[in-house]
């Protein structure tokens, strides 16, 4: 399956203000997952706050604006094969934006460390009234994320719905979660 053309999300240069919010989940040292990474910009984020990461993309050109920089090591690769390229390794945290192909969904949520963390954000359904993507592929329904960690990680914060930023709305979902294993309560970021 092709997703549709990125988004001008995924060629943001600023990273997501969902996946700053929740960066301190993720320790200073943690190998870090960052799936259709684009060109970086949460990869360039943890690495700076000491994490190594593993930036993934299918987009060579993309790749090449974070080649070489200290803390990333890149990986060309189409995440939507038939096999999950990361089937038997755990990340202290894997990071997604704007990014969904539902067969490694459940792939995704297992490389999470038992003391990890995942922090996903993309488009949802309803999102095709302001424009891409529109496919249903692509777009998670109400409550997906939640079901998809159900049981295997908890909850530390989840939204979903209509957001609004100047020159663009999008329909999105998000969630922060933590493996098991994880010492509760969390720390959180206190709010702005």
């Given amino acids: 399956m092709t997703s549709e053309p990125s988004s001008p999300c995924h060629d943001a240069l600023a990273p997501s203000q969902w996946i700053v919010r929740h960066a301190r989940l993720v320790p200073p040292r943690a190998r870090v997952l960052d799936l259709a990474c684009g060109r970086g910009r949460h990869a360039r984020l943890f690495a700076e706050r000491g994490a190594q990461v593993i930036a993934v993309d299918r987009d060579a050109t993309a790749l090449a604006a974070i080649e070489g920089v200290a803390g990333i090591e890149t990986h060309l690769i189409d995440l939507e094969g038939p096999d999950w390229p990361?089937?038997?390794?755990?990340?202290?945290?894997?990071?997604?934006?704007?990014?969904?192909?539902?067969?490694?969904?459940?792939?995704?949520?297992?490389?999470?460390?038992?003391?990890?963390?995942?922090?996903?954000?993309?488009?949802?359904?309803?999102?095709?009234?302001?424009?891409?993507?529109?496919?249903?592929?692509?777009?998670?329904?109400?409550?997906?994320?939640?079901?998809?960690?159900?049981?295997?990680?908890?909850?530390?914060?989840?939204?979903?719905?209509?957001?609004?930023?100047?020159?663009?709305?999008?329909?999105?979902?998000?969630?922060?979660?933590?493996?098991?294993?994880?010492?509760w309560p969390p720390p959180l970021t206190p709010e702005a």
């Fill in 86 to 183: 990361f089937a038997n390794e755990r990340f202290d945290a894997i990071v997604v934006a704007n990014y969904l192909y539902r067969p490694h969904l459940p792939s995704i949520v297992a490389g999470v460390a038992a003391d990890g963390a995942l922090l996903y954000e993309t488009f949802a359904r309803g999102n095709e009234a302001y424009g891409r993507p529109s496919n249903p592929a692509f777009l998670l329904e109400p409550g997906e994320l939640v079901a998809a960690v159900g049981g295997r990680l908890t909850v530390v914060e989840f939204a979903q719905g209509l957001v609004v930023s100047p020159g663009r709305r999008a329909v999105v979902q998000r969630i922060a979660a933590v493996g098991l294993g994880r010492q």
